[in-house]
């Protein structure tokens, strides 16, 4: 089967899981080729060998498994890290908690932080990279993404940055911090989405309990206790009303939401024991 054929079929194997059946079919033999995907334009009366594999792929993302996992690479602000089965996908949303992080780092020169749910290790990298000062300690209760988180730390040599720990959110972390920063899960239970997230993320990386916000709540609480400056937080679309009562019920005054690239409310900044929330 020539190169133009078998993309030919992929494009009707994936009419409906895929958006965009063609230009995914194509990313997937450029992945399947190990080239670029530009090389398939001068490329495609060529005799494509092992059929079967492409195949193969072809037939996982038209049962709808997420692109990220079967090629394992995810692009995130300005890295790729390593992905599989047993770990979120890491959001373009969550490169916007960065940013937000990232001013406060800057405007009040902070030097350790915390994050609750580290996942693949996303936000903590590319914070230990904009930041080769800075040290984290990062959690998460799944072993399976920390084995993930592990492997891209040390991809990037950040070893001697972040430090992982698998615990409830900072149960049995006794180290001072200055920051905390998460994107815990925060859909509730009962919520169904697409088959792509709902049959292939981990569950215990999406839903957050009933009312979906209880481990946000819960992290606020537990920054107060930490005594920490600032938490940082991503958080659902429809939560601004149920956030802004909690943090002002927990006394806390100073506080910010900020806005995801559609508009919607995604998350928020809070600072405890300092004036200066960017
Ligand atoms: C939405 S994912 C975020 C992953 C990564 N930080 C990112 O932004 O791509 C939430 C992560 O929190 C972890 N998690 C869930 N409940 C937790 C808990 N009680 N304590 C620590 N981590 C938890 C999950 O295993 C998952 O890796």
Partial sequence: MKIKEALDWARIELTQSCER???????????????????????????LEDTKEFERLIKRRASNEPYEYITNRVS????????????????????????EVSDIILENNIKSIAEIGV?????????????????????DISADALAIARKNIKFFNLEHQITLVQTNLLDEINEDFELIVSNPPYIANDVLLESNVQDHEPHN???????????LKDIITLAKQKNVKFLACEMGYDQKESMELFL??????????????????RGFVASFNSPKVP
């Fill in 119 to 139: 996942g693949s290790g996303a936000i903590s990298i590319v914070l230990a990279r904009k930041f080769p000062n800075l040290k984290i300690i990062a959690t």
């Fill in 21 to 47: 059946p063609l230009f995914e079919a194509e990313l997937l033999m450029a992945h399947h080729l190990k080239k670029e995907r530009i090389y398939l334009a001068t490329n495609e009366h060529k005799e």
């Fill in 205 to 215: 990386a999406l839903f957050g309990g009933a009312t979906g916000d209880e481990l």
């Fill in 76 to 99: 995130f602000y300005d890295i790729e890290l390593f992905v599989e089965h047993g770990v979120l996908i890491p959001r373009p949303e969550t490169e916007i908690l960065i940013d």
């Fill in 248 to 265: 002002t019920n927990s006394g806390v005054q100073l506080h910010h939401f900020y806005d995801d690239l559609a508009g919607l409310n």
